[in-house]
């Protein structure tokens, strides 16, 4: 929790910022941080941040405006996201120790649309927005999307905004215990906030019988693996 706490938007400023001729810009790091933009870009950037705007609650696009946009750079993403387009833009509000980072990534068609219904949403970035909102107890206050000149669709949240995570690999058995617990609340916390919460609790049922069908799949799925690994079908320890 400490270390999340850290990973706020002045950790973002010292290790992300640079100053060129007094003026802050996003560290220039090839082939991670690629500047995108020059001057005769910044029009289009204005314009772009008030179509993301209209997206937002009005409290929340009010409190945007205290900002001013200061630059952008292309980003390297994730193996989830390898391919798609992501971009880090700094804003500016009171002063140069009042930054704002906002993170935009391109949203995708998700790999349920070919099994489901087509959504109700016509921008895949707002599909997404809407998930994290249905689910989350507490989402992203800048959460919002736009569509490009492209046609290309992205979605927008605040860059290092305290996100934090266990070292699974570090943990105790009795703190992994705790651990599946605690994901184990959230995700059923997600399911109850997205689904019909009633049908759910009455297909479980006060038993442990879904429990324990649980957990002998996964001991199932772990066996599967196991023998994938030993076969050399996946890479892996085959003593772990």
């Known amino acids: 929790m400490r270390k999340a706490r ?3 938007r002045l950790q973002a400023l010292s290790k992300l910022i640079r100053v060129v001729d007094g003026r802050r810009m996003i560290e220039d790091d090839p082939p991670l941080p690629v ?3 020059d001057d005769e870009s910044r029009e289009r950037i204005y314009e772009i941040l008030q179509m993301y705007k209209r997206s937002l609650q009005d409290d929340r696009s009010h409190l ?3 900002y001013l946009f200061v630059d952008v750079t292309r980003k390297v993403v ?3 996201s390898v391919g798609t387009r992501d971009f880090v833009v700094l804003l500016e509000g009171r002063d140069e120790d009042d930054p ?3 993170q935009v990534k391109e949203a995708e068609a998700s790999v349920l649309e070919s099994h489901l219904p087509k959504s109700t949403y016509e921008n895949r970035g707002q ?3 809407a998930g994290q909102q249905l689910m989350q107890a507490a989402s992203d206050i800048f959460l919002g999307w736009l569509r490009g000149r492209a046609g290309r669709d992205f979605y927008w949240r605040q860059l290092r905004d305290m996100k934090g995570s266990a070292k699974i690999e570090r943990l105790s058995p009795d703190e992994l215990a705790l651990y599946a617990r605690i994901c184990g ?10 689904g019909d919460r009633v049908q759910i609790a009455a297909y479980l049922g006060k038993s442990e019988r879904f429990d324990g069908a649980i957990a002998d ?8 693996l196991c023998a994938a690994v030993k076969s050399g079908k996946v890479l892996g320890d085959a003593g772990a």
């Open 78 to 80: 994730g193996i989830g």
């Open 185 to 194: 609340w959230a995700l059923a916390r997600a399911h109850a906030r997205s």
């Open 35 to 37: 500047r995108v933009v």
């Open 217 to 224: 799949q996964t001991e199932r799925d772990h066996a599967a």
């Open 100 to 102: 704002l980072f906002l």
């Open 6 to 8: 850290g990973r706020a």
């Open 64 to 66: 945007l405006d205290e």
């Open 127 to 129: 599909r997404v927005v």
